[in-house]
C-alpha cells in the first residue's frame, strides 16, 4: 500500500504516553504576523505574504514559516469564499501562485509548514481551474507529510518524555498528521478517493497522534466506503463517547448492525443477555484515542459541545453501514446525525408552497404569454426601436408575492431554499420569450461571439452534476459549477417588470449581456475562448421566465431523479444548514420536494418542449441514447467524449465530486424502498408526486408499496394513539384512587 509508512507510525504511536496537543496542520492563531507599518498591516494577504517572503528570501525561521501558513490560509480562503463572484484577475492569480511557490522555498528548515503552503498552493490552483497542476502540488505536500511521519516512526521514544512537556518531534508528527487529513479532503476534491482513503485509513491507525477530533471526523465522514476496522472502531467510539457524555443511540445502533450482520446468533444472546451486543461493541477504548472530549466545568450552566462535530460520526456509521445493506442500523444512525447536525435556520414549508401558487395565478396559461410579447415587427426593425414588450402586470399584494419579488436579486433564497433560491414569481413575469424573443441572429458582441448558456437545474443529488460534467466533456463547452452571475440580473429585471410593466428588447439584450460578461470574468483565460458556458446553479429552476425572456437561445435542461430517491440522498447529506436547511426534517423535505415538482410542471404547461427533463433512471438504463437527446436538446455538434464523461479532468466542487468520475452506475436507483420504515410519512406526502413521476417517466408504477406504507402507517398511528389512550385512562385511575 502506498502510505504503508503509517502503519509503522501507528505502532510508535500507540504506545507513547503523552498527550498530543491540539492544532494539527492548522497555523497558530497566535503565530507572529508579519512586522510592518499600519500602512502594511492593510495590505491584501497575498501582498503580506509577498512582503515576508522577501524578508525571509535566504532562509526563514519558525515563526515567519507559521505567519506565512497564516497568510496562506488567509489568501487561499478568500479566493476560494469569492470564486462564486469572480476569480482573480490573470495577474494577481500569477503573483499569487508565485508568492506561495517562493513561500514554500523559503520553508525548507521547517518541512511541516513547507508542506502545509504546498496544501494551500493546490488549494489554490484547484480554485482556478488547474487540476492537474493541482495533483501534482498535492503529491508534493503528501510526501513532505510523509517523511515527517516516518521519522518520528522510526524513533517515537526519544523525544517523547513520560512528564513534562510534548517534544517537538512528536508536535511535529501531530501536525503533519493533522495536515494529511486536510490533503484527503483536497484529494477528494481532485477526484482522487482512493488517495483519500488511504490516507484516512493510516490516521486512524495512528490515532493517538491525531491532534484534532472535529478534523478527523470530517475526513472519516466524507468516505464512501468505510473498511470493517473503520466502522468497527466508529461504531465502538460512539458507543464510548455517548457512555462518556451521556448521548444516547450509539449502543442501539451497534445491537442492530450485530443483528443485521448475524441475525441467528444476534437473536440468541440477545435473549440470553440484554444489551450484550451493545456490551461487546464497546470493550476496547483505545479505539477511541483520537477522541478529545471536552470537560464542562463544575459551575457551568450552559450545555457543552463535548465533541464538536460529533453528527460527522454517525454521518460516516450510516454511509458504513448502508454500503453492507444494514438498513435498521443505518437509519437509527442517519436520524441520529440529523438530530445532533442541528440547524438554528429554519424553513417554512408554506412559502415555498404559496410561491409555486402565486406563479400558477400570474401565468395561469401559455396562450396569455404568448400573446402579451409576440413581436408584431421583424426583431431587426424592434431592436432598432427598442420595442416595449408587454407583460402582464404585476399582482403586489401577498406577502408571499412580495418575498418573490425581493429575493430575485437576493444571495439569499427565500427561507433558506438549497442554492441561493431567487425569486418564483419574479420567474413568471418574462415568460413567452421562448417563442419570440430577441437576438435570433446569433451571439455577436463586437468582441467576438458571445458565449451560448445552457442552465442545468433540479434537486440537490438528482443529477445535476452529472449533466454538466457530460457536457463540459466537449473541448468547447465550459461547467462553471454552481458560480452563477444570474441573480445580478434578474433583480434589475424584476424591478423594470415591478415599477413599468413592460421592458423593451434593448434593456433584456443589455441585461444579457451583462450576465455573460459576469459569467466570463469566472472563467479562467485558457477557457474563455468555449462556445458553450454551462451553469448548473440549482436555483434557476425560480428563474425559468427571466431566463427565457432575456436568451432565447439558452438551452434549459432539468436533472430530475425519483422524487423519493432525490429525497432520500438529500436526506442523507450532511448539507450546510444555512444553505439547505429543508434537508434536516422529512416533513420539510416531502414539502420542498412537492413544491418543485409543481414549480416544473408549471413551467411545461407555460412554456412547453422549452426544458429537457434528463431523467437520471433513463441515463443509466440507456446511456447513449439518453446523452445524445441530451446534446441534441442543446444543439451540440456530438463528441465521443460526452460518453466518457468520467475522463474529464476539471474541479467538481458538489457533494457528487467523486460520483461523476466514474462510469455510469446503477446502485443510485431505487434506493428508497429499503427504508420504507423510516421514510413513511415522507412517502405517503409524496405518494401522488411519485407516482406522477413514475408515469411520466416510463418507469413502474410503486402503488402497490406506497398503499401498503400508507396502511402501515395509519396502524402504527392507532396504535400508538391507543397506547397514550390508555396510559392517561390509566393515570387518570390511580389519580382517582389516590383522591379517594
Known amino acids: 500500500m502506498r502510505h504503508s509508512l503509517l502503519v509503522l507510525l501507528a505502532l510508535a504511536a500507540c504506545g507513547a504516553a503523552a498527550e498530543t496537543p491540539v492544532g494539527g496542520g492548522a497555523a497558530s492563531p497566535s503565530a507572529a504576523a508579519p512586522s510592518g507599518d499600519k500602512k502594511a498591516a492593510a495590505l491584501p494577504p497575498h501582498q503580506r505574504l509577498q512582503r515576508l517572503v ?40 500569477i503573483s499569487m501562485l508565485d508568492c506561495l511557490t517562493r513561500a514554500a522555498a523559503t520553508a525548507t528548515a521547517v518541512p511541516v509548514h513547507r508542506g502545509q503552503l504546498l496544501v494551500e498552493h493546490a ?117 464510548h463517547l455517548e457512555r462518556e457524555i451521556g448521548y444516547t443511540g450509539a449502543a442501539t445502533i451497534a445491537a442492530t448492525q450485530q443483528a443485521e450482520s448475524a441475525p441467528a446468533a444476534a437473536a440468541t444472546d440477545a435473549q440470553a443477555e440484554p444489551g450484550a451486543a451493545a456490551a461487546a461493541a464497546a470493550v476496547s477504548v ?41 438498513y435498521g442500523a443505518a437509519w437509527q444512525a442517519l436520524a441520529r446525525a440529523k438530530v445532533l447536525h442541528y440547524s438554528k435556520h429554519t424553513y417554512k414549508q408554506k412559502d415555498f408552497q404559496e410561491m409555486v401558487d402565486d406563479v400558477e395565478q400570474l401565468f395561469p396559461s401559455p396562450l396569455k404569454f404568448v400573446q402579451a410579447v409576440a413581436p408584431e415587427q421583424p426583431q431587426e426593425e424592434q431592436q ?15 406577502g408571499a408575492q412580495q418575498a418573490v419579488a425581493g429575493a430575485a436579486g437576493s444571495s439569499q433564497q427565500p427561507n433558506g431554499a438549497a442554492d441561493g433560491g431567487d425569486s418564483a414569481g419574479a420567474a413568471g413575469q418574462g415568460l413567452g420569450a421562448g417563442t419570440g424573443g430577441s437576438s435570433g441572429r446569433g451571439y455577436g458582441d463586437g468582441e467576438g461571439e458571445e458565449m451560448i448558456p445552457i442552465f442545468v437545474m433540479g434537486l440537490p443529488r438528482s443529477g445535476s452534476t452529472l449533466a454538466e460534467q457530460i457536457l463540459s466533456s466537449h473541448p468547447q ?92 440522498s438529500a436526506f442523507q447529506q450532511s448539507f450546510f444548514p444555512d444553505k439547505v436547511p429543508w434537508s434536516f426534517n422529512l416533513t420539510n423535505v416531502a414539502s420542498h420536494v412537492r413544491a418543485h415538482h409543481r414549480l416544473m410542471a408549471l413551467w411545461d404547461r407555460v412554456l412547453p ?70 421514510l413513511a410519512p415522507l412517502l405517503v406526502e409524496l405518494k401522488d408526486t411519485i407516482l406522477a413521476y413514475e408515469a411520466a417517466a416510463g418507469l413502474p408504477l410503486s402503488d402497490g408499496i406506497l398503499d401498503q406504507v400508507q396502511r402501515e402507517l395509519i396502524e402504527q398511528q392507532q396504535q400508538e394513539q391507543a397506547a397514550a389512550a390508555a396510559a392517561a385512562e390509566a393515570q387518570a385511575a390511580a389519580t382517582s384512587k389516590e383522591e379517594l
Not at 466502522?231 to 465502538?236: C, G, Q, R
Open 286 to 326: 483505545n479505539s477511541c484515542a483520537w477522541m478529545k472530549i471536552k470537560r464542562a466545568e463544575v459551575n457551568d450552566t450552559k450545555p457543552v459541545d463535548a465533541v464538536p462535530d460529533m453528527h460527522r460520526l454517525y454521518y460516516a456509521l450510516h454511509r458504513g453501514l448502508h454500503a453492507r445493506k444494514r
Open 477 to 568: 463547452v465550459y461547467g462553471a459549477g454552481e458560480h452563477s452571475s444570474l441573480r445580478s440580473v434578474t433583480g434589475k429585471l424584476q424591478a423594470l417588470i415591478k415599477g413599468n410593466g413592460t421592458v423593451t428588447r434593448a434593456q433584456l439584450d443589455g441585461f444579457r449581456r451583462t450576465y455573460l460578461a459576469g459569467m466570463r470574468s469566472k472563467i479562467p483565460p485558457e477557457s474563455r475562448s468555449s462556445r458553450w458556458l454551462v451553469d448548473k446553479a440549482l436555483s434557476n429552476a425560480w428563474l425559468v421566465g427571466h431566463i427565457a425572456l432575456m436568451m432565447p437561445n439558452a438551452c434549459l435542461v432539468h436533472a430530475v431523479r425519483h422524487p423519493a430517491d432525490a429525497a432520500l
Open 609 to 678: 418542449g422549452r426544458v429537457l427533463h434528463l431523467h437520471y433512471a433513463h441515463m443509466v438504463q440507456d446511456q447513449e441514447a439518453t446523452t445524445r437527446k441530451l446534446v441534441e436538446h442543446c444543439r451540440l455538434p456530438w463528441d465521443p467524449a460526452f460518453l466518457r464523461f468520467y475522463e474529464n479532468e476539471r474541479s467538481v466542487q458538489t457533494a457528487s465530486q467523486l460520483q461523476v468520475k466514474k462510469p455510469i452506475y446503477s446502485s443510485s436507483l431505487r434506493k428508497w424502498p429499503a427504508y420504507t420504515q423510516g
Open 54 to 93: 522577501t524578508q525571509a528570501q535566504h532562509g526563514a525561521n519558525a515563526n515567519q514559516t507559521v505567519a506565512m501558513v497564516r497568510l496562506a490560509k488567509e489568501m487561499v480562503k478568500g479566493v476560494v469564499k469569492k470564486a462564486e463572484s469572480s476569480l482573480p484577475a490573470e495577474r494577481t492569480a
Open 123 to 239: 488549494k489554490l490552483l484547484n480554485a482556478l481551474g488547474r487540476v492537474d497542476k493541482a495533483r501534482e502540488m498535492a503529491e508534493a505536500a503528501t510526501q513532505v507529510f510523509e517523511s515527517e511521519l516516518k521519522a518520528w516512526a522510526a524513533n517515537p521514544e526519544a523525544g517523547t518524555p513520560s512528564v513534562g512537556p510534548t517534544s517537538k518531534a512528536r508536535e511535529h508528527a501531530a501536525a503533519a498528521l493533522g495536515s494529511l487529513l486536510d490533503v484527503a479532503a483536497l484529494w477528494r476534491q481532485l477526484g482522487r478517493e482512493d488517495e483519500a482513503n488511504a490516507l484516512l485509513e493510516g490516521a486512524l491507525r495512528a490515532a493517538p497522534l491525531i491532534p484534532s477530533t472535529p478534523n478527523f471526523l470530517r475526513g472519516l465522514a466524507q468516505l464512501s466506503q468505510l473498511s470493517e476496522q473503520q466502522l468497527d472502531a466508529a461504531l465502538k467510539c460512539a458507543v
Open 384 to 398: 432598432a426601436n427598442g420595442e416595449a414588450v408587454e407583460l402582464p402586470p404585476a399582482q403586489g399584494g401577498s
